[in-house]
């Protein structure tokens, strides 16, 4: 596995177990000490996440113009890593709105590059490998985050700013290791980078219907998975301690780090498109668990699954839209699916929020297992018209 996939995963690590620190007690924060309802905390997941996705297409298409990467991931990192504090010294639900708006933009800045980067510096018949390793040391940190946030809760009760200051470490660490640890492939030939397809209908048509069908199911399958706040909610619902509600993060992440890599290894050899089926028939489960169970243990159950649904699809879709993509449009193209997938987010986390407020959280997975099992009719779809 190339040096470069293994240090942008090590930066993965990094940044989730800040950001994760601090995202899987946000949701208590903002209800308890701030007073935010569940709308209006959909409200703030939704915007932090489409920011991020519009962010990624410019970032994207940036980097496919430029024919560079590193210096847009430096910045991205920069920014997010500059926003921790904030949550920390934030007096109103407006000052995290505005941080989360800004770590998002982050966020955005790095996404779509990072993924093209990966491709760049990958074989073409390990991609799934490089996807999913990258994906489960990012999700390790995802992990390492909410057991933080859980270890500093015991140890100052609901001291969520202790939480917050602390997060911050890491993030300021991801900046020495892409400094130090990235290198980037050196682009053959001389002149400008080559051009990306322009954004119009010909331009979007040129990346081919294997990426349209691909990104298609992704907007399906994250309307069926909204922002991951709605699952620490529902575990504080379910009769499970307000500090001890992020366990269901913790439980969540182990199987996604567990699954992902993995199944990146499975899809190189035996195709992408059955295991992408088969994630999607987890999180069917997963949202049925989550809306009809009774109790921390069936919830506890369908955070399990939301996570084997995670690690058997995130790395397997990033390694279809690779596939798919021409080199001189990876960057457009990560861009665009995560736009995409990104304003689904927003609609997904303001329609969960409106449910659970109208109908309680039943409503809300339900409605989520219905996307989904939409996302699985598509995804068996034919791959030519």
């Given at each position: 596995m190339p040096r470069t996939v293994w240090m942008l995963g090590l930066v993965s690590l990094l940044m989730d177990t800040s950001s994760e620190a601090i995202h899987s007690v946000l949701p208590l924060f903002l209800a308890g000490v701030l007073g935010a309802s569940p709308l209006v905390i959909g409200l703030i997941?939704?915007?932090?996440?489409?920011?991020?996705?519009?962010t990624k297409l410019f970032s994207g298409r940036l980097s496919d113009r430029i024919g560079r990467r590193k210096g847009l991931l430096i910045g991205g990192y920069g920014l997010a890593a500059l926003t921790k504090p904030i949550f920390a010294l934030a007096p109103s639900v407006s000052w995290v709105l505005g941080a989360r708006f800004v770590?998002?933009?982050?966020?955005?800045?790095?996404?779509?590059?990072?993924?093209a980067l990966v491709a760049d510096v990958t074989p073409a018949g390990r991609l799934g490998a490089a996807y999913g390793l990258r994906q489960s040391l990012d999700t390790i940190g995802a992990v390492a985050g909410p057991v933080l946030a859980l270890a500093l809760l015991a140890l100052w009760h609901d001291a969520y700013?202790?939480?917050f200051w602390v997060a911050a470490i890491p993030a300021a660490a991801t900046i020495v290791v892409l400094a130090l640890g990235v290198r980037e492939p050196r682009r053959h030939g001389a002149g400008p980078a080559p051009r990306p397809p322009p954004l119009t209908r010909d331009g979007l048509a040129r990346l081919g219907r294997p990426f349209w069908l691909a990104?298609?199911?992704?907007?399906?399958?994250?309307?069926?998975?909204?922002?991951?706040?709605?699952?620490?909610?529902?575990?504080?619902?379910?009769?499970?301690?307000?500090?001890?509600?992020?366990?269901?993060?913790v439980a969540m992440n182990m199987v996604y780090a567990l699954a992902g890599y993995p199944v990146g290894l499975l899809s190189d050899r035996v195709g992408r498109r059955g295991l992408l089926g088969w994630g999607l028939a987890a999180l069917i489960a997963a949202d049925l668990a989550l809306g009809l169970?009774?109790?921390?243990?069936?919830?506890?159950?369908?955070?399990?699954l939301w996570g084997l649904h995670m690690g058997m699809t995130q790395g397997v879709l990033s390694a279809l839209v690779a596939d798919a993509a021409p080199v001189e449009a990876r960057g457009t193209a990560f861009g665009l699916f995560h736009l995409l997938t990104g304003l689904s987010m927003l609609a997904a986390s303001l329609a969960a929020g409106a449910l659970w407020s109208l109908s309680g959280?039943?409503?809300?997975?339900?409605?989520?297992?219905?996307?989904?099992?939409?996302?699985?009719?598509?995804?068996r779809a034919p791959l030519r018209a």
């Open positions: 997941e939704g915007i932090g996440e489409a920011t991020g996705a519009i770590d998002r933009v982050g966020k955005g800045i790095r996404g779509a590059p990072r993924d700013r202790v939480v990104t298609v199911t992704a907007v399906l399958m994250t309307m069926a998975r909204f922002s991951e706040a709605f699952l620490v909610l529902r575990a504080a619902d379910s009769g499970l301690h307000a500090g001890l509600a992020p366990v269901i993060i169970g009774h109790g921390v243990v069936a919830v506890l159950a369908g955070g399990a959280p039943a409503a809300a997975f339900l409605t989520g297992a219905g996307f989904a099992a939409l996302a699985l009719l598509l995804s």
